[in-house]
Nanobody, 124 residues
Framework: QVQLVESGGGVVQAGGFLRLSCAASGRTFSGYIMGWFRQAPGKEREFVAAINWSGASTRYADSVKGRFTISRDNAKNTVYLQMNSLKPEDTGVYYC?????????????????WGQGTQVTVSS
């Protein structure tokens, strides 16, 4: 069965850092784009970051640009999100996702497979 499993979430003070991991199993996501999305209570799920198969192309939400870095290791079928200089508004459940599209990486509808999420809480 195809699965995406996130890990690395937790509680951190503002200005701190976390690294999230997303391990895929059940298939190899050859050629797929991988993305990270987050959802705060009472709000819709929003785009955070994305990366294409080769890793040559990345996209970031304006709110995290310069603070977050997405990367992938295709040999390990894993994608990462390094989050630095965290702010309270970064709090939410973070989801990883995979999609076959080679473009429009910021659009949530382009992703077919989703993990179950990991909680990130940033305190003031």
């Amino acid at each position: 069965q195809v699965q995406l499993v996130e890990s690395g979430g937790g509680v951190v003070q503002a200005g701190g850092f976390l690294r999230l991991s997303c391990a895929a199993s059940g298939r190899t996501f050859s050629g797929y784009i991988m993305g990270w999305f987050r959802q705060a209570p009472g709000k819709e799920r929003e785009f955070v970051a994305a990366i294409n198969w080769s890793g040559a192309s990345t996209r970031y939400a304006d709110s995290v640009k310069g603070r977050f870095t997405i990367s992938r290791d295709n040999a390990k079928n894993t994608v990462y999100l390094q989050m630095n200089s965290l702010k309270p508004e970064d709090t939410g459940v973070y989801y990883c996702a995979a999609g076959p599209a080679a473009r429009h990486m910021t659009v949530i509808g382009r992703y077919d497979y989703w993990g179950q999420g990991t909680q990130v809480t940033v305190s003031s």
